[in-house]
């Protein structure tokens, strides 16, 4: 096969296509710069949360309509928790996270919302007066935690089941402390926990002792009471990692 440039019949050589040069440095340009904005949301998070003292993260479904009871029971609990000396740590944005900042604003107490920068567009909703804002949900989750007395899970979907079992799974591994981490509302957990029980457990990829990391409650007054028993309040949650 000749490897000499083809000629048509107006005799015009055809343009041959030229590959840009590799450079090693184009390959990563992107990558460094992110580096950078990674290290900057750590670090503004970091000097933020530093100052909230002793907190209690809250997480739960942004799809959960004001009347709903689990909103009350979310703007309940903040307001009570707010009101024993914890600052409340959310998402910062609708449905459970509105309620449980609504509670603790209306207590007088620290609400901060960790925002985070979807395609949906989401809005710090209006009870925050901590704004935090972020674009990679994995610096978000260490700001949930490193600062957390405690995490209440209420009920949600794939993002509130991401967030509970990345705080199970940091205990069970001993990379955070044991904070209380407690499942708001036995009708809507039960049946997760029925299946770890009869899956997770007989198919030995569950042991029955770490069903202790969490507990399934619904009374505000007994939740208040387990996080401060187990976590009180001059343990701040920087401690955590």
């Known amino acids: ?102 509670g603790a604003q209306e207590a007088g107490g620290c609400s901060v919302g960790l925002n985070i920068d979807l395609p949906m567009e989401q809005v710090v909703n209006a009870y925050v007066n901590v704004p935090v804002g972020f674009r990679y949900f994995f610096v978000r989750k260490i700001m949930f935690i490193k600062y957390a007395s405690a995490a209440l899970i209420m009920p949600g979907g794939m993002g509130t089941m991401d967030e509970c079992f990345e705080v199970v799974t940091l205990i069970q591994t001993e990379k955070i402390r044991k904070i209380p981490v407690i499942l708001v509302g036995r009708e ?40 401060r028993k187990k976590s009180p309040i001059q343990l701040p949650g920087k401690e955590n990692f």
Do not use: C
């Open 1 to 102: 096969m000749s490897l000499t440039p083809h000629w048509n019949s107006n005799r015009k050589k055809v343009r041959q296509i030229k590959k840009k040069p590799f450079n090693r440095r184009n390959q990563y340009d992107g990558d460094t710069w992110r580096v950078f904005r990674i290290m900057s949301e750590l670090v503004d998070g970091f000097e933020i949360m530093s100052e909230i003292g002793p907190a209690v993260t809250i997480f739960g479904s942004a799809r959960t309509s004001p009347k709903n009871p689990y909103y009350h029971k979310a703007r309940e609990l903040a307001f009570k928790l707010a009101k024993k000396g914890y600052s409340i740590i959310t998402g910062g944005g609708s449905g459970i996270m509105e309620a449980a900042n609504r």
């Open 188 to 227: 809507y957990w039960q049946g997760l926990l029925d299946w770890m029980q009869k899956r997770m457990i007989k198919y030995g990829m569950l042991d029955k002792a770490e069903f202790s990391i969490f507990k399934i409650m619904d009374d505000p007054d007994a939740i208040i009471k387990e996080i």
